[in-house]
C-alpha cells in the first residue's frame, strides 16, 4: 500500500467534498453548499494563510488535512494550526493520519513556525490515540462564544 500526499488542487474539488462532508458527519455537523465552495477556494488561495492536502492510497483520495498559520503572541515566528484531519473510514490504521500530520509538520518547519497544534473532541478515542503517540496533551479548555 502507498499512501501519497500532495496539496489540494482544482480538480480535486469532488473527492475532496465527498471527504469533506465524512469529517463533517463525524463531527454530526451541517454546512451549506455554498460554506463547501468558500472553504475550497480558500484553501486553493495563494495569498490566505490555508492550505489542504490530500491523502492518496494507491491513487484514490483517502483523507485530508487543513491547516492554517498564524501569528502568536508568545513567539517570534508564526506557529501552525491543523485544523481539520480525515480518514476515510475503510483508510484507518493504515498510516493515513499519521502521515497527514507529519506532513504538515514538514511543511510548518519548513515555513519556520514555533510549532504545531491541535484539537479534538475529547471523546474521539480512537484519533486521540495516534496523537498520544505524536504530541503532547495540554490542559488547555477551549471556549467558545457565537457572535
Request: aromatic fraction near 12%; glycine fraction near 8%.
Amino acid at each position: 500500500m502507498t499512501i501519497e500526499i500532495r496539496p489540494l488542487a482544482p480538480q480535486d474539488r469532488a473527492d475532496w467534498g465527498a471527504l469533506w462532508e465524512g469529517y463533517l458527519t463525524f463531527y454530526k455537523t451541517n454546512l451549506a453548499p455554498e460554506i463547501y465552495d468558500l472553504t475550497f477556494s480558500r484553501l486553493l488561495d495563494p495569498v490566505r494563510p490555508q492550505w489542504g492536502l490530500v491523502a492518496l492510497i494507491e491513487g484514490r483520495p483517502m483523507g485530508l488535512v487543513h491547516y492554517i498559520f498564524h501569528a502568536h503572541n508568545w513567539h517570534d515566528a508564526d506557529i501552525c494550526y491543523l485544523q481539520d484531519l480525515y480518514a476515510a473510514p475503510e483508510a484507518r490504521g493504515t498510516g493515513l493520519g499519521r502521515a497527514l500530520i507529519e506532513a504538515v509538520r514538514e511543511k510548518a518547519q519548513a515555513a519556520g513556525s514555533s510549532g504545531l497544534y491541535w484539537m479534538t473532541q475529547e471523546g474521539n478515542a480512537t484519533a486521540r490515540q495516534l496523537y498520544d503517540r505524536l504530541a503532547e496533551k495540554t490542559d488547555f479548555i477551549k471556549y467558545r462564544m457565537d457572535l
